[in-house]
RNA sequence: GGGGCUGUAGUAGAGUUGGUUACAACGCCGGCCUGUCACGCCGGAGGUCGCGGGUUCAAGUCCCGUCAGCCCCGCCA
């Protein structure tokens, strides 16, 4: 049996990562992972790895030879400990590709903390590895400098919210994990009970509730940093468990909580990547959203808007175009800019792509020197297609593209081509950062299938108060108190200001179908709570996951998060979810309707 | 619930029209090497081609099914 070296009365003093010039001449004690071994016979070279980086450990037969052929048992992952002196690297042997590249440690003593089995994958930044293998070894995937980086710095991100909100009078208060199951909106994660046989908590989708009764009991500026949780299916943004920064201020406006959020973003900026956030933030209302980008979450670091050509087609011979608008559809288009370059097989890919979001085609012209190269040119009068060219500023060279439909989905299709054709012509930089508050959200959507209105929020939002009267005569056309802030075409969070008029309220659940009895049966703690002096409030939650996605560039929601779930909600490393054992059923009182063999 | 992509040594890939013993790289193991740094040189080991079935004289390759991972639609108050 080999027994590994003990720690004994060594203490680290630094972090190998931090070990750089001017530290020359110093002792130091170092541990830490081996990155890499080159053994030159007589000299050996170790990289020392931990999180703050690696630096270069010199082991010299000729300075101590127990150390250098410890050294020579010394393979990759295995926990060191050295001892030695900061030294000046030999001229020309600098590596001015390391942070530490300028020293190395003369090594004098070396422990062996800790064997290690070959790694699966290689422990760098280099090694592209199938995530599923990634996931499953994740406390290794998670050595890698990548991962190190953003979690540190979603660490500090996080540090940077507290302090700030702090600053601002904010207190962070836990709500309950195990709450009551609400079934409006997402599924909930359900919970059963052993001491209440058959009856389930759920896991909160978010702390709504008890964050509005934190503001009847007057703690008046709430903040928590908080685990969600929504049992619906993922995305590459999607976690069926994520973490919000959640607030809720009393008396306060909607100004008046954008302002103070605003603060907080642009400080988290500065502090994690060093990015000045021009403030006030710009502000689009929903319908003003739609209208120019066909979406509410644009992305505005590029303009290509989309141009409202309903009215002139209406009369046109195309029918195509002049039925959806005699029928109080929408025909839109965008002016592509020196795109009449691409391909059949490209014009073919948009088809797809906008067919996706409901579309039933794409129509495409190229403006060539001879006018319209197109399939729909000849639908239309000299007249019709000047009056066209001056509306969509098309120039030779000019691509345009149009989709007519209901006004939902020709907005939404040629708003998500339009963020399709930013990814695919470069149009938006990298390094730029463009936020935007959308404001002025409808207060309710129609449900075709369940025949009624249903909230676009949630059933607490206020409406905007000369909107009030119409809550009688046109609720469809009443707006919301409610905002989004977007960044980069992400939708990064999103708040409203609350009912706290219990009329209100009342009027807004019989909008909504929801009688007396189930709004009690539902949220009559709330209720109960909003009419014991409550005090106006509102509040925003931000999701702390695409915000770090954003800062730290990450395609994928599972680069920012420890221990991600798969596409199918499992955990690859530990292999959740599971099934029990009949006992735990039992004591449940519940009995599976399937056994899955 | 639906659409699409992927699956070949430990890792990431190549593998032609179905045709001998499935390749080279990185990693791993052994040896050599006193200035390398994604060290270098020499040698070696390592494979249920995701899994199951089918077609065929013959399947990594063609067909069917299934599993897993990823992207998207629906869903996400």
């Known amino acids: 049996m080999i027994l590994n070296d003990q720690l004994g009365n060594w203490k680290r003093t630094h972090r190998c990562g931090d070990v750089t010039a001017e530290y020359i001449g110093r002792d130091v004690c170092l541990m830490g992972w081996v990155q890499r071994r080159r053994d030159h016979g007589g000299l050996i070279f170790i990289d020392l790895r931990d999180r703050e980086g690696i630096v270069q450990l010199a082991l010299d037969p000729d300075r101590d030879l127990a150390s250098h052929s410890k050294a020579e048992q010394v393979r990759n992952e295995y926990v060191v400990a050295a001892r030695g002196k900061v030294s000046p690297r030999p001229e020309g042997t600098v590596n001015p590709k390391m942070k530490t590249g300028e020293v190395e440690i003369e090594i004098s003593e070396l422990l062996i903390l800790n064997r290690s089995e070959t790694p699966p994958f290689m422990i760098d930044e280099y090694a592209e590895v199938a995530e599923s293998i990634r996931l499953k070894h994740r406390y290794l995937d998670l050595r890698r400098p990548a991962l190190q980086r953003n979690l540190l710095m979603r660490h500090r991100v996080a540090k940077t919210v507290r302090n700030y909100l702090d600053s601002q009078g904010f207190i962070e208060i836990e709500t309950p994990v195990l709450t009551k199951s609400t079934p409006e909106g997402a599924r909930d994660y359900l919970v059963p009970s052993r001491v209440n046989t058959g009856s389930f908590y759920a896991l909160p989708q978010s702390p709504q509730l008890f964050k509005q009764l934190l503001m009847v009991s007057g703690f008046d500026r709430y903040f928590q940093i908080v685990k969600c949780f929504r049992d619906e299916d993922l995305r590459a943004d999607r976690q069926p468990e994520f973490t919000q920064i959640d607030c809720e201020l009393s008396f306060v406006t909607r100004d008046d909580i954008m302002n103070v959020m605003e603060g907080m973003i642009s400080t988290i900026f500065k502090e994690a990547i060093g990015v000045e956030v021009a403030l006030p933030m710009a502000r689009l209302t929903y319908a003003e959203a739609l209208e120019r980008f066909g979406v509410d979450n644009p992305d505005l670091r590029f303009d290509l808007e989309l141009i409202n050509i309903t009215e002139l087609v209406v009369d046109s ?39 996706i979001y409901g579309a039933k085609g794409l129509a495409w012209v190229k403006v060539t020197e001879k006018g319209w190269q197109s399939p729909i040119a000849k639908f239309f009068t000299a007249d019709e297609l000047a009056a066209l060219n001056r509306k969509l500023d098309a120039q030779v060279g000019d691509l345009l593209l149009f989709v007519a439909d209901k006004p939902s989905v020709a907005n939404e299709a040629l708003g998500r081509l339009r ?17 935007s508050w959308i404001t002025d959200f409808p207060l309710f959507e129609y449900d075709g299938e369940e025949k009624r209105h249903v909230a676009v929020h949630h059933p607490f939002t206020s409406p905007l108060v000369e909107d009030i009267p119409l809550l009688d005569t046109d609720p469809g056309k009443v707006r919301a108190q409610a905002y989004d802030l977007v960044l980069n075409g992400s939708e990064i969070g999103g708040g409203s200001i ?88 039992q004591e449940l009182g519940i009995r599976l309707r399937t056994r899955q063999k």
Not at 508 to 534: P, V
Request: glycine content about 10%.
């Open 498 to 585: 609350r009912i706290h008029d219990q009329a209100v309220q009342s009027r807004m659940f019989e909008l909504l179908g929801i009688d007396h009895e189930e709004a009690r049966e539902k949220f009559g703690f709330l209720l109960d709570a909003l009419s014991y002096g409550a005090p106006p409030h509102g509040g925003i939650a931000f999701g702390l996951d695409r915000v770090m996605m954003i800062l730290t560039g990450a395609d994928s929601i599972r680069d920012v998060i420890a221990f991600p779930k798969t596409q199918k909600a499992a955990c690859l490393l530990s292999e959740a979810p599971n099934e029990v054992n009949e006992k735990q059923l």
């Open 419 to 435: 963020g399709h054709l930013g990814q695919k012509l470069g149009l938006a930089d990298k390094d730029s950062y463009k936020f």
């Open 317 to 355: 011979q195309f029918k195509v175009f002049a039925d959806v608008a005699a029928g109080n559809g929408l025909v839109k288009a965008l002016n592509v800019k020196g795109s009449a370059t691409f391909s059949r097989k490209e014009l073919d890919d948009l088809t797809d792509f906008v067919k």
